[in-house]
């Protein structure tokens, strides 16, 4: 029945005709329900009219909530769709961050790892083109007779070379340590002890890797055994079997007694991680400035979405609706842009105006 335009009409003219206090009221100019208005908005109400008998025009000045509560449509709506919002946008941009954050983190840790395999790699090139190439070469020049030529020696090369490049990037290192050594600047710190004794234990184990603390920030090093064979034995078995040369230069307490097949030293190749580590801090944090705007940017369109799909028609018809329970007189029809749902509302409360209008033209 409501859907037929002019029969809520009928149904008002029929209520109010039943209900002569009614008719009464519209004659009255007080603002305050009488206590017989009172009863009749009890009985309208009970038969499902009180949004007519609340806004007969001139009956009583609105509830101070309701205009209220107009008012603030707009701001609620907003408000709570933005809360629904920020949750799902927070959440959603925490975990992006937290995911972002771990994989540069990790990203960091794979490149410097990959430059530490890199460092190891030419460390052996170069101990492997010194046993290979050079030895030989040098051995043949008279000099290494009378006095030992350490550049025969392949740890010598490897560790020599590393430190220039050390002159131009300090914080990487190489060494080969030795909890024996014949050079007492490679005997083994407390950890790289630790470093061969694992390799030791896990014969089988060809790299050994990890992070520490250094005094200039987090490194990450990498180690691989050194085994020794039947060659070293010339040199590291017993000074007595040792070139005179070489005992000259180092003496003949250290770096002997060397059994074949033993692990004996370990090659360790340490490479800063703060520096990538600081790189990939900054980039998340930037990231996350990067996120923050786009989705506050993302919030600040779909609320302009909202408002103007939603909101200010919806606060058109409020305000039509408003207008029509304080008594002015034939408000003009809303204009109804496309079919959806708003669309929709607005052309049934223009058609609800006509319906009122009609009815008033009966009671009055
Ligand atoms: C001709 C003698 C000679 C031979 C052969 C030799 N070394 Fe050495 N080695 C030395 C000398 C001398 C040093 C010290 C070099 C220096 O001043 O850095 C050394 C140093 C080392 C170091 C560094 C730790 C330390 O003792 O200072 C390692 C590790 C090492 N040798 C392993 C080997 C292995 C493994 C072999 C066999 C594959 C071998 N060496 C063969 C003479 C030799």
């Known amino acids: 029945m409501g859907s037929v335009p002019g029969a809520f009409a009928t149904e008002v003219f029929m209520a109010a005709d039943s209900n002569p206090s009614l008719q009464m009221r519209k004659q009255e100019s007080s603002q305050e329900p009488s206590p017989c208005l009172r009863d009749d908005i009890a009985s309208f109400s009970s038969q499902g009219y009180t949004n007519f008998i609340l806004h007969v025009p001139g009956s009583f000045t609105e509830p101070a909530g309701l205009q209220w509560a107009e008012k603030g449509l707009s701001m609620k709506l907003?408000?709570?769709?933005?809360l629904i919002l920020l949750v799902l946008f927070g959440a959603g941009g925490l975990i992006i961050f937290q995911l972002a954050n771990r994989f540069l983190i990790n990203n960091a840790r794979r490149e410097v790892m990959q430059e530490a395999e890199l460092m190891m790699a030419s460390a052996r090139s170069v101990r492997d083109y010194t046993a290979d190439d050079l030895k030989a070469l040098l051995e043949r020049n008279p000099q290494h007779k009378t006095k030992f030529l350490p550049e025969t020696v392949p740890a010598f090369a490897a560790i020599n070379t590393f430190n220039r490049i050390r002159q131009k990037y300090p914080d990487y290192s190489y060494r080969e340590a030795s909890l024996n050594p014949t050079n007492p600047e490679d005997h083994a710190t407390d950890w790289e002890a630790d470093v061969i004794a694992y390799l030791r234990d896990h014969s089988g184990q060809r790299?050994?890797?990890?992070?520490?603390?250094?005094p200039t920030g987090p490194a990450i090093y990498l180690a691989a055994p050194i085994q020794a064979d039947q060659t070293c034995m010339e040199c590291h078995s017993r000074p007595a079997a040792a070139p005179a040369a070489m005992i000259n230069s180092y003496g003949s307490?250290?770096?002997?007694?060397?059994?074949?097949?033993?692990?004996?030293?370990?090659?360790?190749?340490?490479?800063p991680l703060a520096l990538p580590l600081r790189v990939a801090k900054q980039a998340?944090?930037?990231l996350l400035v990067y996120l923050v705007i786009a989705l506050l940017a993302a919030i600040a369109a779909l609320d302009a979405g909202v408002y103007f799909i939603v909101i200010r028609p919806l606060r058109l018809v409020s305000d039509a609706a408003d207008r029509a329970s304080k008594g002015e007189s034939a408000p003009a029809?809303?204009?109804?842009?496309?079919?959806?749902?708003?669309?929709?509302m607005t052309a049934s409360f223009n058609r609800m105006q006509v319906s009122l209008a009609k009815a008033m033209k009966l009671l009055g």
């Open 78 to 82: 907003l408000a709570k769709f933005n």
């Open 207 to 214: 790299e050994v890797s990890g992070e520490r603390e250094t």
């Open 253 to 271: 307490d250290r770096g002997f007694g060397w059994k074949t097949g033993s692990i004996v030293a370990a090659q360790i190749v340490s490479v």
């Open 284 to 286: 998340s944090e930037l």
């Open 333 to 344: 029809p809303l204009p109804v842009k496309g079919n959806d749902e708003i669309a929709a």
